[in-house]
């Protein structure tokens, strides 16, 4: 019997067919064509960043090369100027035909590069000027050149050195009645003036020889390399939007370029100067300009140059030039130097400052973000056309593969038409394809299965190399991680030292080790170390556990009591739990630790105490402080020194040094010897957070101890005290208390020390006990203090009730508890 002979099963594939098959493309379409899209997206934003970045690096590279090529033609300007000095004062004897002579031929050479020339001998008769007059060299008279606006006997440089050059302020000189010709008329120019000292064969001082450059030749460069004429030139670059200033090193600009329609223009800064503030005409140059202290970018760009220092700013997102009137995609800017001959001192001139505004990188990335875009969109339509091609062909196999199963469905045994063919190779690589995935999922299958042997195997091994007990320091302070180095530092530090110290920690974390570790290295170590749990005792029970009380003080007082701080003497006393402690105790302690002295209660004595305070506690006592709930000075009494311990989910490290320590201490109280610890036992506990600390671990250890049926502690022996049972250790701690006192009995015997586990089965059988039958029960060695501290605990737990008063009080079980605790 064939496949399609069953109709339950024939009838779903032909409809679910018949719905699909019809609407393949468009669902292609619809679910693969914003993926496409989104590829195509990325690859154009991938590309579209590397090229604007590449375009705004070549930009910002050629408008530098630009400004630096500028500076070049100005200073060769500048260089031809003092070899034409130095040239001319080559003359030993100098006179006016002479200069007559050599101004001309220079003027022929370069028509109106040079526009004075004038010799200042030491005699004052001796001083002549001669101008270039639109080609013409004119050799004033001594008056009219005397009266020029600048006239150029003033401000010499002082030089004596044979060879030297030095180069003057940029000024505009004005000559008036200069004879022409036959005819008179006033001249005006702006000029660079060079000076240079003439000696004679005899190495005699003859004065100072002058040459000017017009700085129109200077304009004229920067116009150049500023408009399409320009040797930077490129198709890429629109020289219409650029503009260049020349400004001197005291921050005036003295002139801007100019359009090529407007050679030979005066001298202006209107353009660059729009939308500055500032001082307008500089003594001497009356069309300069310097912007206010305000445009701090300005001046920044002024001091740079003035450092002999080239750079660029990049103002489109930032500074604009002129409040937002000129705005500029660079500012481009490079010193102009002067070298004399002979020597390798470079001094700043000036500088030149660019401003392209024509944003050509901007243009450009436009440009090729909307041919991107075209790419992407034909793109995207072509991978689209392919993808509804090939779903239009899927379609018809599948509607072919359709049609004969409903053909099938219908013959009743007549004949049905043909299958419609698959191409070979499509059917061989989907039997290829799916004989690939069956292999690969039977080799993850076997590894997977492998690994979770060896796993298993590993973590029933046993733990290598566990330290043990004799290792272990005698502190208890366990543990070789980088905050228990930082914790026995601070012990070590603060032992040597009389002064309180206070201990922080969160509950289990071992503050009353750090305390007894704090007596043992001191110097007090042979005196009584004592410990009073500030939050287990009223506050009357514990004024008088502290201060102690003297005979008949009270109805009951019926011998004389020291009270700890005395008893204590010459060692150290711990409170712990200090946070926990009322008002009255908190005031009666700050008098105490005060003046080094208690009163008794029943005494008008004072009685002085040489004991050290360790107070210890699990809250943050200056949040307590800002509450009103503990008093400051008492805070900042107490904490002279404070040291800070580290819970345990910060130094899992040490698990494996803790669980020997305390599967050794179990082993000895419980008498039931350990053999080992699993790695897959040492694993969980390693990735718990222990939120009961060093206490919950040992707790949990001494329960799986118990529960262990060869010695060996395994996995399934680690049971975490989460739930019911973690509020049952916090509430031993004093941390919170269950509503009836209850705990777990398993629990419950884990937590109790050595010496109240020996009490417990007297409990059961008696029903009550009295605190010396505790002591004689346990050990006659144990202190009164100790005895009622752990019975105290017990009532606590919610074990025991309290009944009488004095010698005649007792503890007896309460009844319910015990039986949920069975």
């Not at 004229?220 to 939007?241: E, G, R, V």
């Not at 601070?490 to 750090?514: H, N, R, S, W, Y």
């Not at 390693?686 to 060093?694: A, M, T």
Request: proline letters at 5%; hydrophobic letters at 40%; a negative charge.
């Amino acid at each position: 019997m064939s496949f399609f002979s069953f109709s339950w099963l024939r009838a779903p594939v032909v409809k679910a067919f018949q719905r699909t098959a019809p609407g393949l493309p468009t669902w292609v379409m619809v679910r693969y064509f914003p993926c496409i899209i989104g590829v195509l997206t990325m690859i154009f934003c991938c590309c579209g960043y590397v090229a604007k970045s590449t375009l705004e690096g070549t930009a910002s590279r050629n408008a530098q090369l630009q400004v630096q090529a500028l500076c070049r033609e100005i200073e060769h300007a500048i260089d031809d100027a003092r070899n034409q000095i130095l040239f001319l004062s080559a003359a030993s004897h100098i006179t006016a035909d002479d200069l007559l002579i050599r101004f001309s031929y220079r003027t022929r050479v370069k028509p109106g590069q040079f526009r004075e020339i004038a010799f200042i001998g030491r005699d004052p008769e001796n001083r002549m000027v001669l101008l270039n007059v639109d080609g013409k060299v004119v050799i004033l008279p001594r008056p009219v050149a005397e009266s020029a606006v600048n006239q150029p006997f003033a401000e010499l440089p002082d030089i004596r050195t044979e060879g030297e050059v030095s180069v003057g302020r940029p000024v505009q000189t004005t000559y008036t009645m200069v004879p022409v010709g036959d005819a008179v008329q006033n001249v005006s120019y702006s000029v660079l003036r060079f000076y240079t000292p003439v000696y004679d064969y005899n190495n005699n001082f003859q004065g100072m020889l002058l040459l000017s450059l017009d700085l129109t030749i200077l304009r004229d460069a920067l116009t150049l390399f500023s408009s399409p004429s320009s040797p930077m030139y490129d198709n890429q670059s629109d020289f219409k939007h650029v503009r260049s200033v020349f400004v001197d090193t005291a921050g005036w600009m003295l002139f801007q370029s100019e359009t090529t329609e407007s050679k030979g223009a005066p001298l202006s800064t209107e353009a660059l100067r729009s939308g500055l503030n500032g001082d307008s005409g500089r003594p001497g140059l009356l069309t300069a300009f310097r912007p206010a202290p305000q445009h701090t970018f300005y001046w920044d760009v002024v001091s740079e140059i003035t450092a002999g220092k080239s750079g660029q700013l990049a103002l489109g997102s930032g500074v604009v030039w002129g409040g937002g009137r000129s705005m500029a995609d660079f500012l481009s800017y490079a010193p102009v130097t002067y070298t004399t001959v002979g020597s390798q001192t470079a001094h700043v001139l000036g500088g030149v400052i660019t401003l392209d505004t024509s944003y050509a990188a901007e243009q450009n990335t436009s440009m090729l973000y909307a041919v991107f875009s075209i790419c992407t969109f034909l793109g995207g339509a072509g991978l689209l056309a392919m993808a509804y091609w090939g779903a239009y062909t899927i379609q018809g196999y599948v509607l072919s593969l359709s049609e004969h199963i409903q053909e099938q469905n219908t013959s009743n045994g007549t004949a049905t038409p043909p299958l419609r063919a698959m191409p070979e190779d499509f059917c061989q690589l989907s039997d290829g394809i799916g004989s690939i995935f069956l292999r690969l999922r039977e080799a993850m299958a076997h590894k997977n299965a492998s690994e979770e042997k060896r796993t298993d195997r590993w973590l029933q091994e046993l733990v290598p190399n566990i330290p043990q007990a004799a290792d272990f320091p005698a502190t208890g302070l366990v543990g070789e991680s980088n905050a228990m180095a930082e914790l026995r530092l601070q012990i070590e530090k603060a032992a040597p030292i009389f002064a309180d110290v206070l201990v922080i920690g969160e509950t289990g974390t071992g503050k009353e080790l750090v305390s007894q570790a704090l007596h043992s290295i001191s110097e007090r170590n042979k005196g009584p170390f004592i410990s009073i749990n500030c939050g287990a005792l009223d506050e009357n029970l514990l004024m008088d556990s502290l201060f102690g009380h003297v005979k008949g003080a009270f109805s009951d007082a019926h011998v004389e009591r020291k009270g700890a701080f005395i008893a204590a003497e010459g060692g150290t006393l711990m409170l712990d739990e200090i946070g926990n402690a009322t008002t009255k105790v908190q005031q009666a302690l700050l008098r105490a630790l005060s003046t080094r002295q208690i009163c008794p209660l029943g005494s008008d004595k004072e009685v002085p105490f040489n004991t050290r305070i360790v107070a210890a506690t699990n809250v943050d006592l200056r949040e307590e402080v800002q509450q009103g709930r503990f008093r400051e000075d008492l805070y900042y009494r107490l904490a002279v020194f404070t040291i800070h311990t580290c819970p345990l989910r910060e130094r899992k490290e040490d698990i494996e040094q803790l669980t020997n320590y305390f599967v050794t201490q179990a082993s000895e109280e419980m008498r039931r010897p350990c053999t080992g610890l699993t790695r897959g036992a040492l694993q969980k506990m390693q990735k718990y957070d222990w939120p009961g600390n060093v206490r919950q671990l040992r707790n949990t250890l001494t329960r799986a101890l118990a529960y262990s049926n060869d010695g060996i502690i395994r996995a399934p022996d680690i049971v975490f005290a989460d739930g019911v049972a973690a509020t049952a250790e916090r509430a031993a701690n004093g941390e919170e208390k269950k509503e009836n006192g209850a705990q777990p009995y398993d629990l419950l015997f884990a937590e109790l020390n050595s010496r109240q586990r020996v009490l417990l089965p007297v409990l059961f059988a008696k029903g009550s006990v009295t605190r010396s039958e505790y002591q004689a029960l346990v050990a006659d060695t144990i202190s009164t203090r100790t005895a009622q501290y752990d019975l105290q605990e017990l009532v606590q737990r919610g074990l025991l009730r309290k009944k009488g008063v004095g010698p005649a009080s007792y503890y007896e079980l309460v009844p319910n508890n015990i039986d949920e605790k069975k």
